[in-house]
């Protein structure tokens, strides 16, 4: 078998990439990369929520003088960073998995 030189590169058509619908000039901006995002891993987003809510909720508790309640909210921030951490972790996986496929 003899040797045939590659196909010519032209960057006017990149290659295919599975799951890629082309557009002409297709350029993903910040709201629907979040969406596609939340979609793809729905825990993230809610682990972030509660992160937030649990610290907003700690400082307002803590700037009143309730220091138990304030204690209560800094752990219960912990917790959901922790959650938020391991459903990264999980669509992490799940992606590389699919790559695989």
């Given at each position: 078998?003899?040797?045939?030189?590659?196909?010519?590169?032209?960057?006017?058509?990149?290659?295919?990439?599975?799951?890629?619908v082309?557009?002409?000039?297709?350029?993903?901006?910040?709201?629907?990369?979040f969406?596609?995002?939340?979609?793809?891993?729905?825990?993230?987003?809610?682990?972030c929520?509660?992160?937030?809510?649990?610290?907003?909720?700690?400082?307002?508790?803590?700037q009143?003088?309730?220091?138990?309640?304030?204690?209560?909210?800094?752990?219960?921030?912990?917790?959901a960073?922790?959650?938020?951490?391991a459903?990264?972790?999980?669509?992490?996986?799940?992606?590389?998995?699919?790559a695989?496929?």
């Open positions: 078998m003899a040797q045939s030189s590659p196909p010519p590169f032209d960057p006017s058509s990149p290659p295919l990439i599975e799951g890629f082309p557009t002409p000039l297709h350029r993903e901006g910040f709201r629907d990369k969406l596609r995002k939340s979609r793809e891993n729905p825990l993230v987003p809610i682990g929520l509660s992160t937030a809510g649990a610290l907003t909720y700690g400082l307002i508790c803590f009143k003088g309730n220091t138990r309640q304030s204690q209560l909210m800094m752990r219960a921030r912990v917790l960073q922790g959650f938020t951490i459903a990264i972790m999980v669509g992490v996986v799940a992606t590389a998995m699919k695989q496929k």
